[in-house]
């Protein structure tokens, strides 16, 4: 069994973003970036699962411009025994990764697509489940778990109500929530390892899919401001403020 | 112009948040259609219909659509969606899982979680985990728009008569199967919609002293969540989590307890109309955002704030 997993290069989850003044977006320039964390999670269920020997391949993808490859770098050094990246400079949305993404899926023929369930900087949540729609493949979102049967998964889904549990067919993708597993970090041997893993660069102008935005980005601004609160000294002090200032109980 | 708006229901009630995406959708355009889909749903589809901003229901019922699986639901909703400019759902998990399938087949590019109408085509969304809001604009021809449910008031529900049709159902997918649903029963407020949110975070120790958050939380009839940090080390299940990739919610009131705040969770509740924060750390992140910290210890903090609430002659329902 073959699992290709999708990696996304985002500014670093511990990062207070900041919007540029002009309004035209997010500041990234001196900014601490790292992979989509959900997606860390993706590539270390599918190591594992090549550890537990039902996969015998790790193929770790990332799109985008040319320092994205060091997602690809990092999946190779946690286990990942082969990297794509495939250029593709400015913004570039969900729709368009994921008829990038199918013709990966069409020329590595993987049995499984594992990616993280949402990235952390459009907070868009829609790829894995638009590129299950382009393949015509059973979809599985949110997984906090993963079991590998013959010609199956059974999958347990974090949902609003609680957890709901669904087999999909192989092959079949899987977008991964944060509790799935714990991810690994690379050694340093690893890191240097990795180096010598094979690293294949595709355009995705070559690819033929028109990837210009459909959405114009017309704004990008701060949320307004909430007022600066006060500090109470004691449990009385709270609940006289909550019942006479604020009303709320 | 007309918006079809796909109903999230449990087959025999509507879930909560389509009222409130009734409203978003109602904003888009009047000419609102409701699409249901589900097994036996009868009643969802009546109460639907009186629902007045309501225009007209469309009905797909057969057991394939018992349990809502997307590679259903899919093709059921493209059939019924040639006659529209928009699709949209709401955006908590059903939505979420079901609208971007729906958008790859009719080639467009989805605008996720907007929190606000402002014309047709162009709408306010977080990104960011709500660290800055984004004002976009759709080209596609025909639209899939997901909605945050808490940042729109739910629609009223009687005194509407809209129109009721059926409709066929679609080609059955056997990509996939339903196995389990482990729901956790609770006769307390549901998260998303309660006045009243109490959550805990790492700072609680265990699962076992949730017991201190579950007693003010009866007093004042509100609902319990929780930072991820909580649910992760296994002291409240995952459908209490508060933040970026759990629930929004937008309570009147919010008391965070022993939650140091990270971005990712204040993404979930930093809307609401008054925070509390009570944390023994006075430098926590969480204080930026509370109307009235309490830097205190919380096991002694929430015995007392129990004893101050029980001295109050009434508290609001």
């Not at chain 1, 949540?125 to 059974?154: R, Y």
């Not at chain 2, 809001?133 to 739910?154: E, G, Q, W």
């Not at chain 2, 309570?251 to 925070?275: F, R, T």
Request: one cysteine or more; aromatic letters at 4%.
């Amino acid at each position: 069994m073959k699992i290709l997993v999708a990696v996304k290069r985002v500014i670093d989850y511990n990062v207070q973003v900041r919007v540029k003044e002009d309004g035209t977006g997010i500041v990234t320039d001196n900014v601490k970036m790292s992979t989509n964390p959900p997606d860390d999670n993706a590539i270390e269920e599918a190591v594992k699962i090549k550890e537990s020997g039902k996969a015998k391949e790790v193929v770790a993808v990332t799109i985008g411009e040319d320092k994205a490859q060091e997602t690809v770098r990092k999946a190779l050094a946690v286990g990942a025994d082969k990297g794509i990246h495939v250029k593709v400079d400015g913004i570039i949305e969900p729709l368009a990764v994921s008829k990038i993404l199918q013709k990966i899926v069409e020329k590595e023929k993987p049995d499984l697509v594992f990616m993280g369930k949402q990235a952390i900087d459009d907070d868009c949540n829609q790829t894995g489940q638009m590129l299950a729609a382009l393949l015509n493949w059973p979809q599985a979102t949110f997984a906090s778990k993963i079991e590998v049967k013959d010609k199956s998964l059974e999958v347990t889904r974090e949902v609003d109500e609680g957890l709901e549990t669904i087999e999909t067919n192989i092959p079949s993708i899987v977008t991964c929530d944060l509790r799935l597993n714990e991810p690994r970090y690379a050694s340093l041997p690893n890191i240097m390892k990795a180096k010598k893993k094979p690293l294949e660069q595709i355009n995705a102008s070559d690819l033929g899919i028109d990837t210009k935005p459909r959405i114009e980005q017309i704004k990008v601004e701060e949320p307004p401001k909430r007022k600066a609160g006060i500090k109470v000294s004691n449990v009385e002090e709270l609940v006289q403020k909550l019942k006479n200032e604020a009303k709320v109980i | 112009m007309s918006v079809l708006l796909i109903a999230e229901h449990n087959n025999k009630e509507i879930k909560p948040f389509t009222l409130n995406a009734i409203t978003a959708a109602s904003q888009i355009d009047q000419d609102l259609h409701v699409l249901v889909i589900g097994h036996s749903c009868e009643l969802v589809v009546k109460s639907i219909s009186e629902v007045p901003n309501v225009k007209k229901v469309i009905h797909v019922d057969d057991e394939i659509y018992e349990n809502f699986l997307p590679e259903n639901f899919t093709p059921a909703v493209i059939k019924n969606s040639k006659n529209y400019s928009h699709i949209v759902c709401s955006a908590n998990t059903f939505g979420k899982n079901l609208m971007p399938r729906i958008a790859a087949l009719l080639d467009t590019s989805q605008v996720s979680d907007i929190i606000k109408v402002i014309s047709a085509d162009t709408f306010l969304r977080p990104i960011y985990a709500g660290n800055a809001f984004a004002t976009v604009k759709s080209t596609d021809v025909k639209k899939c728009i997901t909605i945050r449910p808490t940042s729109f008031d739910p629609a009223t529900t009687t005194g509407g008569t809209a129109e009721i049709v059926k409709a066929e159902k679609s080609e059955v997918s056997n990509l996939t199967k339903f196995i389990k649903r482990e729901e956790v029963k609770s006769d307390r407020p549901e998260l998303g919609t309660a006045r009243v949110v109490i959550s805990g975070g790492r700072g609680m120790g265990s699962g076992d002293n949730f017991k201190l958050i579950t007693a003010i939380a009866d007093k004042l009839n509100a609902a319990i969540g929780a930072s991820r940090a909580a649910v992760d080390a296994g002291y409240i299940t995952n459908d209490h989590q508060v933040g970026q990739t759990g629930k929004v919610v937008v309570p009147d009131l919010y008391i965070a307890v022993g939650i140091s705040g990270a971005i990712q969770h204040l993404a979930g509740m930093k809307e609401s109309k008054i925070i509390v924060a009570i944390n023994k750390d006075g430098e926590a992140p969480i204080f930026s955002v509370a109307d009235y910290g309490l830097e205190a210890d919380l096991f002694e903090a929430l015995p007392q704030l129990l004893e101050e609430l029980n001295k109050l002659n009434t508290i609001q329902k």
